[in-house]
């Protein structure tokens, strides 16, 4: 008798108490926990949807300049001004930080002959890394009497 | 037939009693038996039960703080696709502007220097002009062809009447044409040129023939255009001012 005194007061009460306070807690909680439903179900949809921005956002930044392409990015410049015959000049300012990237204006002071430097702004273009050309500047450049034309492309790169 | 009754009648009843006494003892432990289990059983239930509810709520209320993080995902994404799309809008068909503006450049005009600022929408020109009507043309050009709005001459500069020298300071719009430039014969020429002799000037007036027989507005055309422009050994009369 004792131990079913003691299992009455120490088992079967709490726990029908606490079974009691849950079913209260439950019903009480069931507008709550039909919102959190419907939360998790959204929240399902907003990650399928953050995924698929995501990765069309990634296929743009591509063309952002990483640490590993720093290198890459400049030898890229010098080697297509040599290609077109151009003596060109890069200086590249300090990054600044863009939402979740950085941008820094890059200034590029070129050479030659007019119809090369506009195949520059061409191929510029081609190339993998995000260039945005801000303004061009025109002067004649060498001596008097030559064809040659400077052009200073001054530009903003990305970097991720 | 004979029915002894031998036992005397105090031990029957203690024997009856006994009897009670078992069963009952029986009775209580199958009670406390059932009991028992019963107790396990709501145990176990209320242990389950208690777990299954923390475990939701701890995972709702993971959910519900994800959500916060799902709000500055957003916030981020929402940010990064902004810029995305201003660096998208902020690109510029440098060449095809570039050819455009060169086709609206009369032949007699010389320009020294140039500059494009497409942040700002400005552009600024330092030209020579041949004729007051070379300058006039390069005006109405400029305007018609919907790169600059407006600008005056002062009065100072149209008593001028050779080699003017002048330098175009206005908004700009960079836009590229949107239908092919019809051919005229103030249009299609140089760009950049630091020569005034007359032959740059013929072969300027040569290359808008070529120019208009091929198809307006293709790389390649600008490519042309720009390269004969360029290409010729010409001697300077008039330097960068």
Redesign the interface.
């Known amino acids: ?1 004792v ?2 005194f003691c ?1 009455m007061f120490f ?2 009460l709490p ?2 108490d ?2 009691t306070s ?1 079913n209260a ?2 019903q009480a909680d069931q507008g709550e ?1 039909e919102n ?1 439903k419907s ?2 179900k ?2 399902d949809n ?2 399928i949807g ?1 995924k698929d ?2 990765t069309k ?1 990634n296929e ?2 591509s063309g952002f300049i990483s640490k590993a392409d720093e290198v890459d990015f400049i030898y890229t410049l010098e080697n297509l001004g040599n290609k077109l015959n151009l003596k060109n000049n890069l200086s590249i300012g300090e990054k600044k930080p ?4 950085q941008q820094s204006d890059i200034q590029i002071v070129l050479q030659g ?3 090369d430097e ?2 520059y ?2 191929e510029i ?1 081609k190339l993998k890394y ?1 260039i ?9 450049g060498g001596a ?4 040659s ?1 400077n052009m200073t492309v001054f530009a ?1 790169v ?1 970097w991720q | 037939m004979i029915k002894l009754n031998l036992v005397p009648e105090y031990i029957k009843n203690d024997q009856k009693l006994e009897r009670i006494l078992a069963l009952n003892i029986r009775a ?1 432990l199958i ?2 038996f059932g ?2 289990i ?2 396990g059983v ?2 176990y ?2 242990l389950s ?2 777990d299954a ?1 923390d475990d ?1 709520t701890a995972q ?1 209320n993971l ?2 703080d ?2 916060k993080d ?1 709000n500055n ?2 916030a ?2 929402n ?6 799309s201003k ?2 809008l ?6 095809a502007f ?2 455009h503006f060169s086709q609206n450049i009369p032949p007699n005009i010389i ?10 929408d400005f552009i600024s020109l330092s030209v020579i002009a041949k004729t007051r009507e070379d300058l006039l043309a390069l005006r109405t050009n400029l305007v018609a062809s919907g790169i600059i709005s407006s600008f005056e001459f002062p009065v100072s500069i149209m008593l001028q009447k050779e080699n003017i020298k002048f330098e175009i300071n206005s908004q700009a719009i960079f836009s590229l044409p949107q239908a092919p430039v019809a051919s005229s014969s103030t249009t299609t020429t140089a ?5 005034t002799s007359p032959e740059i000037i013929t072969a300027s007036t040569t290359i808008k023939k070529k120019t208009t027989k091929s198809k307006k507005n293709s ?1 390649k055309n ?2 042309t255009t ?2 004969i ?8 009369t008039n ?2 001012k």
């Open positions: 008798m131990l079913i299992s088992i079967i726990s029908t606490k079974l849950i807690t439950v926990t959190k939360l998790i959204q929240s907003l990650n953050i921005v995501e956002l743009f930044t863009i939402a979740t990237f002959k007019y119809i506009v195949a702004l061409s273009k995000q945005t050309v801000n303004s061009v500047n025109f002067t004649q008097s009497g030559s064809d034309v903003t990305f | 209580l009670l406390c009991f028992f019963a107790s709501i145990l239930a209320q039960l208690q509810y939701f709702s959910i519900a994800n959500s799902y995902k957003v981020t994404l940010n990064r696709i902004s810029v995305v660096i998208k902020e690109n510029f068909d440098w060449p570039l050819e320009v020294n220097s140039a500059s494009f600022n497409h942040v700002n760009v950049i040129t630091a020569s790389p600008a490519t720009s390269n422009l360029t290409a010729p050994e010409a001697s300077s330097g960068i």
